[in-house]
């Protein structure tokens, strides 16, 4: 069983930098690929990036560039800095497990409880 809790998210004025925290259980976190998903109001889930043992970190189009994800396995947390925020960057952000290496949601077995992420222009 993997619980993970997310911190950091808050309001911020577009441009600003924000830097997004999950804390996991478990003594198995470097096993699993960790991934940072966001929903906006009334939009779909959509994937924001992801690190793994096999592919390293990835980005989605929308945040490469702004964004870093890293892990530190001491501490069993893995963050998500944005910069350059922008207004449509506005949504809630989830923190997700997955056995497997992927961008998509529903291979992630474990998700946290979300971080609200609210950029104002």
């Known amino acids: 069983q993997v619980q993970l809790v997310e911190s950091g998210g808050g309001p911020v004025q577009a441009g600003g930098s924000l830097r997004l925290s999950c804390a996991s259980s478990?003594?198995?976190?470097?096993?699993?690929?960790m991934g940072w998903f966001r929903q906006a109001p009334g939009k779909e889930r959509e994937f924001v990036a992801s690190?793994?043992?096999?592919?390293?970190?990835r980005y989605a189009d929308s945040v490469k560039g702004r964004c870093t994800i890293s892990r530190a396995k001491a501490k069993n947390t893995v963050y998500l800095q944005i910069n350059s925020l922008k207004p449509e960057d506005t949504a809630v952000y989830y923190c997700?497990?997955?056995?497997?290496?992927?961008?998509?949601?529903?291979?992630?077995?474990?998700w946290g409880q979300g971080t609200q992420v609210t950029v104002s222009s």
């Open positions: 997700a497990a997955s056995r497997s290496d992927t961008r998509e949601g529903p291979t992630y077995g474990y």
């Open positions: 478990g003594r198995t976190f470097s096993s699993y690929a």
């Open positions: 690190e793994s043992w096999i592919g390293g970190p």
